[in-house]
């Protein structure tokens, strides 16, 4: 049987199909993953961290430190542009509809999922269709990971700055990493394969904590939401990613989606802004139901991207030479 095969086929397929396994046994047979012990271990949403780290380091193995430069500059343009992309439709939609929206998704669930970007999703779409640096430059848009960027969008001082220990637990596997590799060139062939082997483990994990009938609860606006935090924040990102960072865009579309982390946001918010917290049910039942359907549009839209406009994976030629053209064409 050519199971690796036919999942390859599937865009994003090593990320989604194992995703979405996790998520239907979590969904329906549950005690599946209750066995407990080494089983438990690996075959439950307890898998997803560790397996992350593991992969992080491997990573980190790939990158030069020359490259360190590059990976900020990629990551940090995605991070802002998303960032500002999110708190101003969040900002619109308040200022026209108030707290609560308009379709029944409020501010607080558009912000909440906006702002976000779903990393184990972007480092497996960014290690199909790009390079390490790209992957890297997850450790920049760790920082989006939680309530955090949420709080400052919505105005609000309780989390003003990022507390620097947060910040280097996210980034110290892939440091780890990146000071073996550049030490010893062999442990970084030795860490190679864990680049692309550890992406359906952790998926799966990722997987394994989310309901897959949190999409038919939200119904409509759940949807919906998904479709506005790929278009509201992909749109932007894929020209700042082209016309900032040069690339093609493929990063761009891999950061479209909503973190699961994302889904907890709301009730955060709310202890520090108690006014919202009416809005908090709808909200992470809507941000639940977003972050199902990012998880399977995010790579569709990647794919496209990739093979659209190029991919260090599918070819930078025709890009670099579209790219190179068009400014020889803007300075004449």
Do not use: W
């Amino acid at each position: 049987m050519k199971i690796l095969d036919s999942v390859k086929k599937i865009p994003g397929g090593l990320m989604v199909i194992p995703l979405l396994i996790g998520a239907f046994i979590n969904t329906f047979i549950p005690q599946v993953m209750n066995l407990g012990g080494l089983h438990s271990a690996v075959f439950s949403k307890a898998a997803a961290t560790p397996t992350i780290a593991i992969f992080l380091v491997c990573v980190g193995a790939q990158i030069d430190f020359k490259n360190a430069p590059q990976a900020i500059k990629r990551g940090g343009v995605l991070l802002i542009t998303k960032f500002i992309v999110g708190a101003l439709f969040g900002f619109l939609v308040g200022k026209f509809f108030g707290p609560s929206g308009f379709l029944g998704i409020s501010t607080l669930a558009i912000i909440s999922s906006v702002t976000n970007s779903n990393g184990g999703l972007f480092m497996a779409l960014a290690g199909e269709f790009g390079d390490s640096t790209d992957i890297a430059s997850q450790a920049v848009m760790n920082i989006n990971d939680g309530p955090f960027l949420t709080m400052v969008a919505l105005g609000t001082t309780g989390m003003a700055n990022i507390p620097f220990m947060s910040l280097l637990a996210a980034i110290s596997p892939i440091l780890f990493g990146c000071i073996l590799g550049n030490l010893d060139p062999k442990i970084k062939e030795f860490l190679t394969p864990g680049v692309s082997m550890l992406i359906p483990f952790f998926a799966f994990g990722l997987g394994a904590g989310i309901t897959l009938t949190n999409v038919v609860t939200a119904g409509f606006s759940g949807i919906l939401l998904g479709l506005l935090v790929v278009v509201v924040s992909g749109i932007p990102m894929f020209f700042a990613d082209r016309y900032i960072n040069r690339r093609p865009g493929y990063a761009a579309a891999a950061a479209s989606s909503a973190a699961g982390n994302s889904v907890a946001t709301p009730a955060a918010v709310a202890l520090v802004v108690p006014a919202m917290q009416p809005l908090v049910a709808t909200a992470t039942t809507q941000i639940a139901a977003a972050v199902i359907v990012t998880t399977i549009l995010t790579p569709l839209v990647t794919t496209y991207v990739a093979k659209r406009f190029g991919s260090v994976k599918t070819g930078m030629e025709e890009f670099e030479s579209k790219f190179l053209k068009n400014k020889k064409k803007a300075i004449a």
